[in-house]
């Protein structure tokens, strides 16, 4: 059974930095694409960045390309997301999600994921 397991949420100042990381279970993922999804609170579930572990290629949302880097650790089965000089904008509940490739293209929507963590809470102060 997959699982993921998400770590390093907080509080933080606007300016400041996090790293969010997620660690990923139950089967191998020589064939996934992992990504980082966050949901405010009466907004929609937002892409936020996803890499392909075959090639590291990745992908970011509009919102944070430039501040946010998306990498993995294949030897510890870890996705990480470095987020820097945050914003009041990115607080959030950020998930982790994982889903096998269907395509050549990185994906960034909710359905071409199939298992997500429990989410883990950014609140940025200004």
């Known amino acids: 059974q997959v699982q993921l397991v998400e770590s390093g949420g907080g509080l933080v100042q606007a300016g400041g930095s996090l790293r969010l990381s997620c660690a990923a279970s139950?089967?191998?993922?020589?064939?996934?694409?992992m990504g980082w999804f966050r949901q405010a609170p009466g907004k929609e579930r937002e892409f936020v960045a996803a890499?392909?572990?075959?090639?590291?290629?990745?992908i970011y949302g509009d919102s944070v390309k430039g501040r946010f880097t998306i990498s993995r650790d294949n030897a510890k089965n870890t996705v990480y997301l470095q987020m820097n000089s945050l914003k009041p904008e990115d607080t959030a509940v950020y998930y982790c999600?994982?889903?096998?490739?269907?395509?050549?293209?990185?994906?960034?929507?909710?359905?071409?994921?199939?298992?997500w963590g429990q989410g883990t809470q950014v609140t940025v102060s200004s």
């Open positions: 890499i392909r572990w075959s090639d590291i290629s990745t």
């Open positions: 139950g089967r191998t993922f020589s064939t996934d694409a």
């Open positions: 999600t994982t889903g096998r490739l269907r395509t050549v293209l990185v994906p960034a929507t909710t359905r071409e994921y199939d298992y």
